[in-house]
């Protein structure tokens, strides 16, 4: 149990950064203008969203992945190679 409420608990923390940082983006009026254009193009007066219709939301899904680049949720991971392969060696 206590591992489920770590990972749901983590889980909520990076999806609220995440929204955060991409409400940040959209202080840009240009980019409000758009995400707001295509969510009622696409979503409408809806009451139920399909996944598709999720799909089709493109503008929105790079801005969230522009967010995420911009503002990762791990700031840092550390990575060593199993091996080193000298610039010499490509050739």
């Known amino acids: 149990m206590d591992d489920f409420v770590t990972f ?4 909520q923390e990076t999806t609220a950064n995440t929204v955060s940082f991409l ?3 959209c202080q840009s009026k ?9 969510i009622d193009n696409v979503i409408g007066e809806k ?15 790079m801005a969230m ?9 791990v700031a840092l991971t550390f990575r060593y190679p199993r091996i ?8």
């Open 84 to 91: 080193v392969i000298l610039h010499s060696q490509l050739e």
């Open 23 to 25: 409400m940040r983006e």
């Open 30 to 38: 240009e980019i409000k203008e758009k995400l707001t254009q295509e």
């Open 47 to 61: 009451m139920f969203i399909e996944f598709e219709d999720l799909m089709s939301l493109e503008y929105t899904t």
């Open 8 to 11: 749901f608990v983590a889980g």
């Open 65 to 73: 992945k522009e967010a995420l680049r911009l503002y990762p949720p």
